[in-house]
């Protein structure tokens, strides 16, 4: 059983950045790739940005693509997301959730455990 914690979220103008971090804990977390999602008010829960277990496949969504960057250490059962250049649409609360397999994938379906969330407010 793997347990997810987010942390870092807040409240931030328009232009800053945030830095999101998700510890696992209770599994081997090398052998889970991991997702950010996020859900916004009204809308379905999406992928943000993806990393395969070993770290060198990385995914992103249009629309955080060149702004956001998502890493991890396995060492020390940690993923991360690097919020840059924010918008007033990013804001949702941010879920980190894992998979146990090879590849990142987008359904929600596909992640069997997940963080309890974190808020990421951007004010213009």
């Known amino acids: 059983q793997v347990q997810l914690v987010e942390s870092g979220g807040g409240l931030v103008q328009v232009g800053g950045s945030l830095r999101l971090s998700c510890a696992a804990s209770g599994g081997t977390f090398s052998m889970y790739a991991m997702g950010w999602f996020r859900q916004a008010p009204g809308k379905e829960r999406d992928l943000v940005a993806g990393i395969s277990r070993s770290g060198t496949s990385t995914y992103y969504a249009d629309t955080v693509k060149g702004r956001f960057t998502i890493s991890r250490d396995n060492a020390k059962n940690t993923v991360n997301l690097q919020m840059n250049s924010l918008k007033p649409e990013d804001t949702a609360v941010y879920y980190c959730?894992?998979?146990?397999?090879?590849?990142?994938?987008?359904?929600?379906?596909?992640?069997?455990?997940w963080g309890q969330g974190t808020q990421v407010t951007v004010s213009s």
């Open positions: 959730a894992a998979r146990k397999g090879v590849g990142i994938r987008s359904r929600l379906d596909e992640y069997g455990y």
